[in-house]
């Protein structure tokens, strides 16, 4: 079969005035037309089941006493929620992807998670297993070692999604929500029916690529309020047949049995007289910030630490103070 055209594919096209004689093809070869396209491919990298640093939510983690090492059994971060009192970020996910048999406190969480036939690769250590709730399905581990070694940047964004999650609510029958699973990617749909800690979910007007709400690998990717972000439940299963379905547990009850919460744009730490106090807040990257603290008569913190400062290229504005009184209230003055 004679070609219509011979195309070559090349990184730039330039005029061919800009080429010395050696570099320039022919208009035609026996007769047959030859042209150049301008085209340089990049080869397709699986997102969700990279390393990241900074680490964020979507993507492949999980405990290798979990399936084994090798056995392709990962599970998805749900998200990056925050210790309350100490504002330290933890990593959540499903108890039935991160804890083993019997349970271990301080297991090694991993991302990502070698899936076989991949080896493990080097530096995938994320954290230690730190607590969980079998009857929540849920479980958080640190982000690098507990004396903050080892340890990487974290993000909140969500793979897949345009905006982080915002704060967690109860979940309501009716309430179109959404999720980034490690397996499905993006799907979305109804809550349909609850018994207050468990709700399903049915498909709606979401358009299902794959014709499901989620498949093996997507547990512990977070449910979200499709408007307004709001976290509202963390995946655990999902069925194709014989009706498409999927379930998700209440994430405000997971957050008070784990101590933890999901952070919206500022909060401050549990202070104690003559101790230290946290304050966090989530902003633009590299955005300019003036923290400031006001203390209950009203006066204003002069602790050198609230210069005014940059953000981190992560979004994060932090400080560590000392010596603050009981019941600080905090004044947000991000700019």
């Known amino acids: 079969m004679i070609p219509a055209q011979l195309i070559g594919r090349l990184p730039e096209r330039r005029a061919q005035q800009r080429l010395t004689p050696s570099e320039q093809l022919p208009d035609e070869i026996e007769g047959v037309p030859v042209d150049v396209i301008e085209s340089n491919p990049v080869p397709n990298v699986d997102v969700r089941h990279s390393r990241h640093d900074p680490v964020l939510v979507g993507i492949n983690v999980g405990n290798l006493k979990v399936g ?58 994320l954290g230690r297993l730190l607590r969980w709730d079998q009857g929540l399905d849920a479980a958080v581990s640190s982000i690098g070692e507990q004396d903050a070694s080892r340890s990487r940047n974290v993000s909140t964004d969500i793979e897949g999604l345009p905006l982080p999650a915002s704060v967690s609510n109860p979940h309501v029958v009716g309430l179109k929500v959404l999720k980034s699973g490690l397996r499905t ?62 379930w998700g547990k209440s994430l405000s009850r997971i957050c008070d049995t784990l101590n933890i919460f999901v952070l919206d744009v500022a909060a401050i730490g549990t202070p104690r007289i003559d101790g230290h106090c946290r304050v966090l807040a989530s902003t633009r990257a590299d955005a300019p910030c003036n923290l400031r603290i006001v203390y209950p008569s009203g006066r204003t913190s002069l602790v050198p630490a609230l210069a005014p400062a940059a953000a981190s290229v992560e979004r994060w504005r932090g400080l560590r103070s000392r010596r603050l009184p009981l019941n600080l209230p905090y004044q947000d003055g991000l700019s």
């Open 185 to 246: 990617g993006v799907t979305g749909g109804t809550i349909d029916g609850t018994d207050g800690t468990e709700f399903s979910v049915v498909p709606d007007d979401f358009a299902l690529p794959q014709g499901v709400l989620g498949d093996h690998g997507d547990s512990g990717a977070l449910w979200l309020d499709r408007n307004t972000f709001t976290a509202v439940g963390l995946h655990f299963a999902s069925i194709s047949s014989p009706e498409v379905r999927a």
């Open 68 to 125: 084994g090492p090798g056995t392709g059994d990962p599970g998805t971060l749900g998200a990056i929620v925050f210790e309350r009192g100490t504002l330290r970020p933890l990593a959540l996910t499903n108890w039935h992807m991160a804890v083993a048999d019997p349970p271990v406190t301080m297991d090694q969480m991993i991302q990502p998670d070698p899936v076989a036939p991949d080896p493990e690769p080097p530096n995938n250590f």
